[in-house]
């Protein structure tokens, strides 16, 4: 018995377990947010690269959003490096809000940056 476990072990104990969620358990893909603020943060880096905003909502008060981007081995195939955004950058983001009611957060879906044009959507910089 303790030679079955330790043959379990030996063949699964060692493989690292992967696990991917699907954006639209925690997403409404469905349905589309606009935000508009000044980057705070862009941390490129996999599984997902996020991007954190500060965005002004219609009473002044500042919240910071985040936005759930491709990993860095896509963003990197797209063109771009940790060096594409800066702090205090323009940013305006489009995707999809989260599930959870209140949470600042969004899968990225179009990224413009307006000083000098950028625009990612999805197959690289425009």
């Known amino acids: 018995m303790r030679a079955g476990f330790a ?3 030996a063949v699964f104990g060692g493989v690292p377990a992967y696990a991917h969620h699907s954006f639209a358990a925690t997403y409404f893909e469905d349905q589309s947010v606009k935000i508009e603020g000044k980057l705070v943060d862009f941390d490129f880096r996999s599984p997902h690269s996020l991007v954190s905003v ?11 959003w ?9 963003l990197s195939r ?21 599930r959870t009611s209140g949470e600042h957060r969004v899968h990225l879906k179009i990224i ?4 000098d044009g ?3 959507s999805g197959g690289g910089p425009r």
Not at 66 to 74: L, T
Not at 112 to 115: E, K, L, M, V
């Open 7 to 9: 043959l379990l072990f």
């Open 54 to 64: 500060e965005v002004a909502d219609d009473q002044g008060k500042v919240n910071t």
């Open 66 to 74: 985040v936005a759930e981007w491709r990993s860095s081995a896509r």
């Open 78 to 98: 797209d063109g771009l490096s940790k060096e594409s955004l800066r702090p205090g950058d323009h940013v305006i983001i489009t995707g999809s809000p989260w």
């Open 112 to 115: 413009n940056r307006p000083s």
């Open 118 to 120: 950028f625009k990612w």
